[in-house]
C-alpha cells in the first residue's frame, strides 16, 4: 500500500499579498501497484535454438580473424572502399533512391575493427599514439581517389546491357 503526503509552504514574496488559509497541497492517495513479473530470457527463445549473441560473437570472431590476418596495407585499402561505399550509401539516401540502412551500421563497425586491428599492430610495433595519428594524416593524404566498387560493378553492367542493345 502507498501512501503519498506532500505538504509544500508557498515561498515568501517580497511584495505583501492578500492573506488566505491556503498553507500548501495535501495529497492522500492509495494505489495498489501489482508486482512486477520478468520473464527470463530463455523464455523468449524456442526451445532448441541457441542465443543469439553466441552466434553472433562466433560471426565477429571469425570476420577477425580474417581481419587479422590481412596485410596493414590491405587493410588500408579495404578501408579506403568500405569508405567510398559508405559514401555511395550516403548519395543513395540523399536521392531517395532504395538502400538498406543497416548497411550503415555495418560498413561502420567494420572499418572500425580494420582501423582497431590497424591500431592494435602499430602498438605492438611501439608506435605511440602522436607518430599514429602523424602518420595517419600522411596516409588520408596519400590516398587516391577512386570509385567504390559497387560503382565500379554498375558501370559494367550497364556497359554490357548497351553493348547487348547496339549488338
Known amino acids: 500500500m502507498l501512501s503519498l503526503s506532500i505538504a509544500t509552504p508557498l515561498p515568501k514574496p517580497s511584495l505583501p499579498l492578500p492573506k488566505s488559509g491556503f498553507a500548501g497541497i495535501q495529497l492522500n492517495q492509495t494505489c495498489?501497484?501489482?508486482p512486477l513479473r520478468v520473464r527470463p530470457r530463455t523464455a523468449y527463445r524456442s526451445a532448441g535454438?541457441?542465443?543469439?549473441?553466441?552466434?553472433?560473437?562466433?560471426?565477429?570472431?571469425?570476420?577477425?580473424?580474417?581481419?587479422?590476418?590481412?596485410?596493414?596495407?590491405e587493410?588500408?585499402?579495404?578501408?579506403?572502399?568500405l569508405k567510398g561505399e559508405l559514401f555511395m550509401l550516403r548519395l543513395q539516401?540523399?536521392?531517395?533512391?532504395?538502400?538498406?540502412?543497416?548497411?550503415?551500421?555495418?560498413?561502420?563497425?567494420?572499418?572500425?575493427?580494420?582501423?582497431?586491428?590497424?591500431?592494435?599492430?602499430?602498438?605492438e610495433e611501439g608506435i605511440?599514439?602522436?607518430?599514429?595519428?602523424?602518420?595517419?594524416?600522411?596516409?588520408k593524404?596519400?590516398?587516391?581517389?577512386r570509385p567504390p566498387p559497387s560503382l565500379i560493378k554498375l558501370?559494367?553492367?550497364?556497359?554490357?546491357?548497351?553493348?547487348?542493345?547496339?549488338?
Open 155 to 167: 558501370r559494367e553492367e550497364e556497359a554490357a546491357e548497351e553493348a547487348e542493345k547496339s549488338a
Open 32 to 34: 495498489l501497484v501489482p
Open 75 to 81: 587493410i588500408n585499402e579495404q578501408v579506403v572502399d
Open 93 to 123: 539516401k540523399s536521392v531517395r533512391n532504395e538502400f538498406k540502412s543497416s548497411e550503415f551500421r555495418r560498413m561502420r563497425k567494420k572499418i572500425a575493427r580494420m582501423l582497431t586491428v590497424k591500431r592494435e599492430r602499430e602498438v
Open 141 to 145: 593524404k596519400s590516398i587516391v581517389v
Open 49 to 73: 535454438a541457441p542465443a543469439s549473441s553466441v552466434v553472433m560473437m562466433a560471426k565477429k570472431d571469425e570476420e577477425l580473424k580474417e581481419i587479422r590476418g590481412l596485410t596493414t596495407d
Open 128 to 139: 605511440n599514439k602522436r607518430l599514429s595519428r602523424k602518420l595517419d594524416r600522411q596516409w
